[in-house]
């Protein structure tokens, strides 16, 4: 053992002066990284943190929060310059300081870094640009879905390849009629959620989010045609539909009594595999969220601040967190949605999600964030709901919302994010 060691002490000290150094050229610094407190993204970082700091010398500190303190927190860091958070981890809700980050194209061209990521992934929206320079990079992805008992639409003889929500609907009057006098609904979802109720009319609309000027604004025909097909999928969900949590929701259809339901696919996807917890195992898919819309989509990505000391070790931990085979493991072992094709096309996950993986690939091809700052977001989901549970008219519905929207700025680099998506109104 004794003359091991000295072998290796030998060989440490014929090494060309500086080539430790060389190894870890940032050993020493500090980077200060963020993540939302979710039990899935912070955990896969604190897995990750021994060997980083190991392969690089660089000491890393996780900060996880809960989602509107993380928000809060890099706005009011990045507003104010503090520069107390190296890496950011956020999505278009802190849109409000995309101007703040640091460009990311050069790091990427120099060290020809990349992957198989999904091409709609990769895009102004999902990832994070502001005035043309890439910002951020994606590390999850999930797109919001719809998915279905195999088993009920085999015996009723129905399709399940729609394009529409006009053809979805069709297909629900006809398990409407398949189902009579049993306990099924033909559909479920979770309406007592309201910052849910969202993502279906973003399916619904195909208008403008905002205005030619730059504030926020809907195209108002379009807006009510989707408020009332929205509105009209309560006649096909459980009685109480108005009050169902996502929890709740996620139980009517895992004990078997929805035919359908649109959902977050990932806040299903293990329980409904799961014999202990589902009665629908090897008896549900995943099938297209319709059109004429877009599938309501979560990206995190990570950025780095503009005020950061360290950019350059910030760096290095952006790339050692996200890889291709770290997206795979977060999505095996914490539900995790990757962005990288090459999760969707392993051999071994395709066998046991081919029923859920092909159409998860297209909604997340077609899924676009939106240019809400979140106090939009909460102005159109509290109208919303009220409009839900009837306690208004479409048109005050509206009316509410876009008096609300009328006191909010429409930060630039969502201006930009809405121009890029074809979501803001031609001039």
Sequence with gaps: MKKALLLVLIATLLLPAGALAQDQPHAGAEVVTTFMQ????????????????????IELEIVASPFVVLVQNHIT?????????????????????WNQMHPLDELIERDMWGGSFIEGLMQPGPS?????????????????????????FEEAGISADWETWDEFIAALDKLEAHLEGSDIAPNVFAFGASEQTPAIFLGMYDGYLVDAEGNYALDHDKA??????????L??????ATGLSIDEANSVFLTGKAATMICWVSFVRAAAQDPDSSLVVDNWAT?????????FLSAWNLFISGFSENPEAAWE??????????AKRRFVELGVGSPFLSTYEDAELIEKYSHDFPSMVENLNRAESVPWIFAAFEIFFRHMSEFVIGAVDVETMLENTLADWSELEVPEGLVQSAAAQGQMQEG
């Design 38 to 57: 979710s039990g899935t993204y912070d955990i896969g970082a604190e897995q990750l943190e021994p060997g980083f700091e190991e392969l690089t010398g």
């Design 77 to 97: 860091d990045l507003s104010t310059g503090t520069g107390e958070f190296d890496v950011i981890s956020g999505d278009f809700w802190i849109g409000s300081v």
């Design 128 to 152: 994070g640009f502001f005035d043309g320079k890439r910002i951020g990079i994606p590390y999850s992805a999930d797109a919001y879905g719809l998915i279905y008992r195999t088993d009920i």
């Design 224 to 233: 009510v045609a989707a408020l009332n097909q929205m509105k009209s999928l």
């Design 235 to 240: 006649d096909y969900n459980p009685e109480g």
């Design 287 to 295: 099938a297209r969220f319709p059109g004429p819309g877009f599938p």
């Design 317 to 326: 931990w952006i790339k050692y967190y996200i890889t291709e085979e770290e």
